[in-house]
């Protein structure tokens, strides 16, 4: 991937991280349920990875 691209990538999930954030705290969400909803998404991606494991042994 050329460092362009990259970099661009980079700038663009921060962009849409602060426009959540920004968003969440405007319609008044409460942090600790914005911090529950992540962690949730986070447990559902590594439990949906199945038998792949991310080390050799």
Request: aromatic share 8%; hydrophobic share 65%; glycine share 6%.
């Amino acid at each position: 991937m050329p460092l362009p691209h990259f970099l661009f990538l980079i700038a663009a999930v921060i962009l849409v991280a602060a426009l959540t954030l920004w968003a969440s705290f405007t319609a008044g969400v409460p942090l600790v349920a914005l911090a529950l909803i992540a962690l949730s998404g986070a447990v559902l991606v590594h439990l949906a990875q199945g038998d792949r494991h991310d080390h050799d042994a």
